[in-house]
């Protein structure tokens, strides 16, 4: 009888800044629950820019290490590799997404790697489509006027933004130490009539994910966040399916 095959091991690769505390602990998170039910592991490697304050001087600053941070992650051969930054993205004008993971893919190739490519900006849109939804009301930790060009992006993509509450954090490692069941309270504040999903957290550094089960279960509609919309367009890039009960209805399975 022939030995069973060994499940494949899928390396994820994550750009990260460097005061970022959160994205290397959910999204690793989500891929162990799906260990528990499926075959395939995962390993998780990230490079890191420089980014203490959530200003718009070094959020640009930031981005220009993102090319050395891509070849990085191309060494290591990842499978997928993404940003784990949305507002740096999103504050550089409509469609950046586009442009950043074009340029991922261009250094990637040069490096003799071929990895999926991928941004937290638009894994968030992409994971709203994924979920049909035409509205959404939204929570960041953003000052309010990087919060407006979050909002406009997405609005720019075909999303109506109905209500947003931002809760003007600068200092990003203080983002990354709110208590994710505060925002139970904070989503209480949020006019969501009439939205087709809830964004928990618009933030990748703002920790949400122990709470939006419990929120979508609470308000009785589809509630995500960027993180989990970045773990579900790893996933989808990976081909491989996932059916997870207490992260939201974008990771239950049932939008393909």
Do not use: W
């Not at 720019?156 to 109905?162: A, L, W």
């Not at 939006?212 to 966040?225: C, F, K, M, N, Y």
């Amino acid at each position: 009888m022939n030995a069973p095959d060994r499940a494949r091991t899928y390396r994820i690769g994550q750009i990260v800044p460097s005061s970022n505390t959160t994205m290397e602990t959910e999204i690793p998170a989500m891929f162990r629950l799906r260990e528990q039910t499926e075959p395939e592991r995962f390993t998780f490697h990230s490079s890191r820019m420089r980014m203490h304050k959530v200003t718009p001087e070094e959020l640009l600053a930031m981005n220009k290490e993102g090319l050395r941070c891509a070849a990085e992650l191309a060494d290591a051969r990842v499978d997928v590799m993404s940003t784990a930054c949305l507002v740096a993205i999103m504050a550089q004008g409509f469609g950046y997404h586009r442009t950043v993971e074009s340029d991922f893919r261009r250094v990637s190739e040069a490096e003799g790697a071929n990895p999926k490519v991928m941004t937290s900006a638009g894994a968030l849109i992409y994971g709203l489509k994924k979920l049909g939804a035409r509205k959404i009301s939204l929570m960041a930790p953003y000052m309010k006027s990087l919060t407006d060009k979050v909002v406009a992006y997405i609005e720019n993509e075909g999303i109506e933004v109905v209500d947003r509450i931002c809760f003007e954090i600068p200092d990003n490692l203080a983002v990354g130490s709110r208590d994710p069941f505060r925002l139970l309270d904070d989503v209480k504040k949020l006019n969501v009539s009439g939205v087709d999903a809830i964004v928990l957290s618009a933030c990748v550094q703002m920790p949400s994910l122990p709470a939006v089960q419990i929120a979508e279960d609470r308000l009785g509609v589809p509630v995500t966040s960027t993180a989990i919309c970045t773990a579900r367009q790893m996933l989808d890039l990976l081909h491989l399916d996932i059916d997870l009960k207490t992260c939201g209805a974008l990771l239950r399975g049932a939008n393909k």
